[in-house]
Structure formats: C-alpha cells, structure tokens
C-alpha cells in the first residue's frame, strides 16, 4: 500500500489511488482549510517581504489599503473591515499617523468615534505598495493558465459564499 493509500484510507477518501485507476485524482475529504491558510501564510510572508523595502508592515498595508479604498472611514469601521480588534488596530494607526501617512480627528457628530483619513503622503503609497501585491501576485501565478486562475478564483468564491450562507 503507498503512503497516499494509507493516507486516504486514514482520512476516509472516496477517491484512493490505486494502480488499476492510476489517472483517478483524489479529492480528501478534509484539509481544504489547512491547504487554504498554507497558501495565505506563505502569500502573505511573500507579500511581507516585497513590502519591507518600502518599511511597511502587513498590518499597516491592509490599513492602508481599505482607506484607498475609501477615505474617511471611522477607526471602528476600519477595524471591522480589517477583521481586527480596535484594540489592535490602534497600535497599528498609531504607527501610521507618527509616519504622517494618516490623520486621525473626532467626528464633530459623534465625539467617541474617531475618523481615519489618508494624507498626501499615505495617498502617494498607493502605487508602489499595490505595486508589491502585483508582484506577489505574479509569482504566485507562475506556470498556471489563465483559465486555472479564473476556476481558482470561482472555487474560492463559491467556499467562501457557502459560509457566508449559513
């Protein structure tokens, strides 16, 4: 028996290989969530890499790129769409607004919240830094097709609609 054998029999797969069936893939039945947090840890360590040579850190480029996305959010807000803890997500503006690419001020509304706001030198990174992710991005999609890409993409889509319908 090989290792894959003993793997799927382990795991309870419908689709063990055998010699007689040698081209039938098989599909695990768990792992899926494993195989997906591998690819992002080492996408993101990639990403880490090509984002240093502009000094900036992971945390700091998702907090940037949501205010490129739209400017003016509350500091709540952005957290909530980092997926962070505010907590967490003030350290990392406190970061950014001592490297003059936010500002922070109170919503003259609403004095508990705080509004986040790119300045011209956050504005300017925007280039180079999604020019970091383009680059990772392209390393990422060596010798797969475009075709690969696009069912990766739907397959993802469809995992992550299958949560989100609980």
Same mark, same amino acid.
């Given at each position: 028996? !090989? ?14 290989? !055998?010699?007689?069936?040698? $081209? ?29 040579? $502009? $000094? ?46 936010? /500002? ?5 509304? /609403? ?25 990772? @991005? ?8 475009? /075709? ?6 739907? !397959?993802?889509? #469809?995992?992550?609609? @299958?949560?989100?319908? #609980?």
């Amino acid at each position: 028996m !090989t290792i894959r054998e003993t793997r799927s029999r382990a795991t309870g797969d419908a689709g063990v290989q !055998t010699a007689s069936r040698a $081209h039938a893939r098989p599909v695990p039945t768990i792992g899926l969530g494993r195989l997906l947090r591998e690819a992002d840890m080492i996408f993101n360590r990639a990403l880490r890499e090509e984002l240093a040579r $502009h $000094h900036v850190t992971f945390s700091q480029y998702q907090h940037l790129w949501q205010l490129w996305a739209e400017d003016n959010l509350a500091q709540v807000e952005l957290s909530r769409r980092i997926g962070i803890e505010t907590a967490s997500s003030t350290a990392v503006m406190d970061q950014l607004e001592r490297r003059g690419l936010i /500002d922070r001020r109170r919503d003259p509304g /609403d004095r508990r919240r705080m509004i986040v706001t790119l300045t011209a030198a956050g504005r300017k990174l925007e280039r180079p830094l999604n020019g970091c992710a383009v680059v990772v @991005n392209r390393r990422a999609r060596l010798n797969i097709s475009k /075709d690969e890409i696009a069912a990766l993409f739907d !397959t993802i889509r #469809k995992i992550v609609g @299958n949560f989100r319908a #609980k």
